[in-house]
């Protein structure tokens, strides 16, 4: 009976950080959106994953590890079938259509909350290189205020539609 709370454990870690994906790319329970749209920008394929990258290492750590223990150990922490399981759910997220939507109050992704304008100080933009070559980072560089430092957010957004997205964020970024 212990094995089988530990694999459960381990099970709803993974489950967790899928959850955290999809939470990213799609909220269907979201609430309505204020502000009008002034600009929406689709994203390719590279660009979600980037978006995606640091949830997926922290999944896939998670399932390499507990996917290691029962060597150490002698207990299986995750239930027969979850790596694969997580493998084809990351995929199925990577593969639900995302874009940015900028309006009048902030810039979002897809229907989430959008992040407000003046939260950012400035920002800055870096061209991709190699198979990112297409892809245009921009970072919004936090702003302080009495709580304390907002943190600074990296857009990815597709070469094609990079002057579009500055001249907005020129506008409102200041």
């Known amino acids: 009976m212990a094995n089988d709370v530990w694999s459960l454990i381990g099970s709803s870690s993974v489950s967790f950080m899928l959850s955290f994906m999809m ?3 799609w909220l269907p329970f979201a609430p309505k959106r204020s502000g009008e749209v002034l600009l929406s920008v689709q994203l390719s394929f590279p660009q979600r994953l980037l978006i995606h990258r640091s949830k997926a290492m922290v999944m896939l750590a998670i399932i390499a ?5 029962p060597a150490l150990t002698g207990r299986e922490l995750l239930i027969p ?6 493998l084809a759910g990351f995929a199925a997220i990577l593969m639900l259509p995302m874009r940015y939507v900028f309006t009048d109050r902030g ?3 897809n229907n989430g909350v959008p992040r407000g304008y003046k939260s950012f100080r400035r920002f800055d933009v870096r061209t991709g290189r190699r198979w990112l070559a297409e892809t245009t980072t921009i970072m919004l560089q936090g702003r ?5 430092m907002v943190p600074s957010h990296a857009l990815y957004v597709p070469k094609s539609e990079q002057a579009e997205v ?3 964020l020129k ?4």
Do not use: D, F, N, Y
């Not at 079938?81 to 997580?86: C, F, H, K, V, Y």
């Open 23 to 25: 939470m990213t790319a």
């Open 65 to 69: 590890v507990l996917s290691i223990a």
């Open 81 to 86: 079938g979850t790596p694969a399981i997580a």
């Open 107 to 109: 810039v979002g992704i």
């Open 144 to 148: 302080k205020t009495e709580r304390g």
């Open 166 to 168: 500055v001249r907005q």
């Open 171 to 174: 506008k409102h970024v200041r």
